[in-house]
């Protein structure tokens, strides 16, 4: 199961920041981020490319969007 | 729009939206904007306030089509992307005091953000302390926001409240189309305009309109900020909004060498004091502010335009900012700071400390 990051509603930077604390701490695995803009989507999806982190799947919700980025 | 979308939001997307303001900013001072102040959010912001008379400054008078057009063009750009998105309730008491304290802090320095890069593309080095002092604010921003500083969650809310800003912003038009400036007229129906001074300087109502929306649209897709971009390299490490800043910077320069705008030095720069402490005390305040509020004046115009309740309230504490700031001596001019500027600053600073201080998420 992927760890979870919840950052919809939050606004710039606070999503970024979030991703950025939880690479950091788990240096590799799955995260799924929380957002409910298409901003939060891009950059946070640009945060986890220049940390050597793949985007590997984004779902919309009613809510928002759903990132799933990973490193093996 | 899926091929356009990718392409403002990417480096190239940024590049080309920053050279756009660039290139039309000081186009727009040819056309009779006053001085290196071809789009700036917190001077037309505070010449709105005086055209609805919150504060009475007789030079600084004129209900600017620029903040209109800002606001709409984002609202068309977000509705033809499907990205109008009605949120608010994330801490609008704190982003009114962000937004008058960052207005008070502009107005020391005398222009916020962008009109710090349009005053240094047009040779003002006063505006280099003033670039210095925005950095210093946002590094300050940035330590509070590593400590854990956040304004916390916004809600999903009716779309109406989404429309709230734009629907001011086009009660503002339609009043300034039925009070238009009636020649040598300090006053026409209720709205206030100024005779003299940079609020009399100003280039045709349709021209202004047009290139704001059109950079009101552009922003809003490439997600254009001017803190942004120290803010993601100081806390990041990411460039991708400062290759935006720098095209604008870089293009307002050559627009400026080519219409003849560009005089380089310190002294008698168009609505612009060399009391360089305070150009640059008043940017670390303006920045901070900014910071602490997630955006820079124009950004937040922007996120009011795709339906940010939250960024509408940040603008209208601009607003009410700069009332204070005339109505209370703390604007500066271009003899030098106002009676009380220095002492509003370090209010500004105290209380944009305690907000960074006290707002914070415990891990």
């Known amino acids: 199961m992927p760890e979870i990051v919840d950052a919809s509603g939050l606004s710039c930077p606070q999503p970024v920041l979030m991703t950025l604390n939880r690479i950091k701490a788990l240096n590799k695995g799955e995260i799924e981020v929380l957002v409910d803009t298409e901003t939060s989507k891009e950059n946070v999806s640009r945060a986890a490319q220049s940390q050597g982190w793949e985007v590997a799947e984004v779902t919309e919700s009613a809510t928002g969007y759903r990132i799933l980025i990973k490193k093996g | 729009m899926g091929q356009m979308k990718n392409f403002f939001g990417s480096r190239w997307g940024i590049i080309s939206?920053?050279?756009?303001i660039g290139v039309l900013a000081p186009l727009l001072q040819k056309l009779g904007n006053p001085g290196n102040m071809g789009v700036c959010v917190a001077c037309f912001e505070r010449d709105i306030a005086g055209a609805i008379g919150l504060h009475r400054a007789g030079v600084v008078q004129y209900l600017r089509p620029e903040i209109l057009g800002f606001v709409l063009g984002s609202l068309i750009a977000a509705y033809a992307s499907k990205e109008f998105r009605p949120r608010a309730?994330?801490?609008?008491?704190?982003?009114?005091?962000?937004?008058?304290?960052?207005?008070?802090?502009?107005?020391?320095?005398?222009?916020?953000?962008?009109?710090?890069?349009?005053?240094?593309?047009?040779?003002?080095?006063?505006?280099?302390?003033?670039?210095?002092?925005?950095?210093?604010?946002?590094?300050?921003?940035?330590?509070?926001?590593k400590g854990g500083y956040n304004l916390g969650r916004s809600q999903k809310t009716y779309t109406s409240v989404g429309w709230l800003m734009p629907l001011i912003m086009l009660g503002f038009l339609v009043l300034l189309f039925m009070f238009p400036q009636v020649k040598g007229e300090a006053k026409n129906g209720i709205l206030f305009y100024s005779t003299k001074g940079p609020g009399a300087m100003h280039a045709p109502i349709v021209i202004s309109l047009i290139v704001s929306l059109a950079i009101g649209f552009l922003a809003q897709r490439s997600r254009f900020c001017t803190m942004g971009a120290f803010r993601d390299l100081i806390l990041f490490r990411?460039?991708?909004?400062?290759?935006?800043?720098?095209?604008?910077?870089?293009?307002?320069?050559?627009?400026?060498?080519?219409?003849?705008?560009?005089?380089?030095?310190?002294?008698?720069?168009?609505?612009?004091?060399?009391?360089?402490l305070w150009n640059f005390s008043g940017m670390v305040l303006a920045g901070l502010a900014f910071c602490?509020?997630?955006?820079?004046?124009?950004?937040?115009?922007?996120?009011?335009?795709?339906?940010?309740?939250?960024?509408?309230?940040?603008?209208l504490?601009?607003?009410?900012?700069?009332?204070?700031?005339?109505?209370?001596?703390?604007?500066?001019?271009?003899?030098?700071?106002?009676?009380?500027?220095?002492?509003?600053?370090?209010?500004?600073?105290?209380?944009?400390?305690?907000?960074?201080?006290?707002?914070?998420?415990?891990?």
């Open chain 2, 17 to 20: 939206v920053g050279a756009f």
């Open chain 2, 89 to 145: 309730g994330s801490a609008p008491i704190v982003r009114f005091v962000l937004g008058a304290f960052a207005m008070i802090g502009a107005l020391v320095f005398l222009g916020c953000p962008w009109r710090a890069m349009l005053r240094l593309s047009a040779g003002d080095w006063n505006a280099i302390l003033g670039l210095l002092g925005l950095i210093g604010g946002i590094w300050i921003g940035t330590l509070f926001l």
């Open chain 2, 238 to 276: 990411i460039p991708h909004l400062f290759y935006g800043v720098v095209a604008l910077i870089a293009f307002a320069f050559l627009t400026n060498l080519i219409l003849g705008q560009f005089h380089a030095g310190f002294a008698n720069q168009p609505v612009a004091h060399t009391m360089h």
């Open chain 2, 292 to 315: 602490l509020a997630g955006g820079c004046p124009g950004r937040q115009l922007f996120l009011a335009g795709e339906g940010d309740g939250d960024a509408a309230v940040f603008v």
């Open chain 2, 317 to 363: 504490g601009m607003i009410v900012g700069a009332a204070f700031a005339h109505n209370f001596s703390l604007a500066s001019s271009p003899r030098g700071v106002g009676p009380h500027g220095i002492a509003a600053v370090i209010i500004g600073l105290l209380v944009c400390s305690f907000i960074g201080l006290t707002m914070r998420q415990k891990a």
